[in-house]
């Protein structure tokens, strides 16, 4: 698998890099583009990293942890957490060093889906 150099290292810890192909990683990015036009409501950035938060529906949360499974694997300089509360579902994306410096960059161009309609 190759690996896409993000940024340089950071702390003694595994590369700032991305291990998808450039094939899983367009598709991974579609992905993740289809689900926040679908239900994401925020993106921001924190003091550790990221944290993107979408609308709870069961197939978002599903859709969510399987995009954090794959992002675990592939950019193991980050942990990707996803909570599911009753009003929220929130993907928080930890790191340190240059890995906060890559996060805050990831995702900018998403654009949060519409807002949920009452009744």
Request: with cysteine; aromatic share 6%.
């Amino acid at each position: 698998m190759a690996t896409h150099d993000i940024t340089a290292q950071h702390g003694g810890g595994p590369p700032v890099a991305c291990a998808l192909t450039p094939a899983d990683l367009a598709a991974q990015a579609t992905r993740w583009r289809q689900l926040a036009a679908q239900a994401m409501t925020e993106r921001t950035e924190t003091g550790y990293g990221l944290r993107l938060t979408f609308r709870t529906q069961p197939s978002v949360a599903d859709e969510l942890r399987r995009l954090a499974a794959v992002e675990n694997q592939c950019c193991p300089w980050a942990t990707w957490t996803v909570e599911t509360g009753a009003q929220q579902t929130v993907l928080d994306v930890r790191s340190t060093g240059d890995g906060i410096t890559t996060l805050h960059t990831m995702f900018t161009g998403l654009d949060p889906g519409p807002a949920a309609s009452c009744g």
